[in-house]
């Protein structure tokens, strides 16, 4: 029984340290932004936009009245007042985090018409413009000047990366993506997601990002339903021709039989 129960905890424990190193080694160049701004645009203009970034950057960068420090009290509900009162729409705060000494936070915002988003004050520093056709959809966003608002001491090393992400609802036709270390052209990740990055450094002096998308105009997941309905029926025509096959066949037996 005891030989038992230690070969189950044997088990467990190589099992949880697989998935240990499996969580490491997924994505071991992962990037860790000072502000991430997610966009999980829909196809009728909607969106719901993402930002994690740390309390430093989000006064440096935006203008907002929160405390930098490293030792601030302030709670998920507060963040959540200050959006508010910035005309933004907040569906979660998440608790805030630490990570290189300082306090991040995520907020979700959501967005009934993404052309409008700039009357929420953390989005204003952009230009949105969103089109459809029976062909294709058209995005484009430009991110303009920073608040250039400098807390005291933000702890900050000059390597700190901003990045813009766009997760599209349809397969990608076109986007001007350039990747940050070479300029070279950018790739769709997991066949819809874009990533803008900047230098902490350009983004706050104001240097602009340009984001242009098109794609088809139908939704990924309605496509993906559209065929998984289309399998479905052809899975049911084809057992029904079967039944009807073997039904057939019956009869024509039993007849036989018969004579």
Not at 82 to 105: L, M, Q
């Amino acid at each position: 029984m005891y030989i038992i129960q230690d070969v189950r905890l044997r088990l467990v424990l190589c099992a949880l340290l697989l998935s240990t190193l499996g969580g490491a080694c997924a994505n071991p160049l992962a990037r860790q932004y000072e502000y991430d701004e997610q966009t999980y645009l829909e196809v009728d203009g909607s969106a719901t936009i993402t930002i994690a970034a740390s309390f430093p950057a989000l006064v440096a960068l935006r203008g907002l009245p929160l405390d930098p420090a490293s030792d601030a009290r302030e709670s998920a509900d507060d963040v959540r007042r200050v959006f508010e009162d910035a005309g933004c729409t907040v569906e979660r705060v998440n608790r805030p985090w630490r990570r290189a000494g300082r306090r991040f936070v995520q907020v979700r915002l959501g967005v009934a018409d993404i052309t409008q988003a700039g009357a929420c004050g953390a989005l204003a520093w952009s230009a949105y413009d969103f089109a459809r056709t029976e062909t294709r959809l058209t995005y484009s966003q430009t991110v303009f000047e920073s608040a250039r608002v400098m807390p005291d001491d933000p702890g900050w090393t000059g390597d700190e990366l901003v990045a813009f992400k766009l997760h599209l609802p349809s397969r990608v036709l076109f986007h001007n993506v350039r990747r940050l270390a070479d300029n070279a052209p950018g790739e769709v990740e997991r066949g819809n997601i874009l990533t803008w990055e900047q230098r902490f450094d350009d983004r706050l002096n104001g240097v602009p990002v340009v984001m242009r998308v098109e794609t088809d105009p139908d939704s990924i997941l309605h496509q993906t339903m559209f065929l998984f309905v289309g399998a479905f029926l052809a899975a049911v025509a084809v057992l029904a021709a079967a039944i009807w096959l073997v039904v057939r066949r019956g009869r024509s037996r039993l007849r036989e039989l018969g004579r």
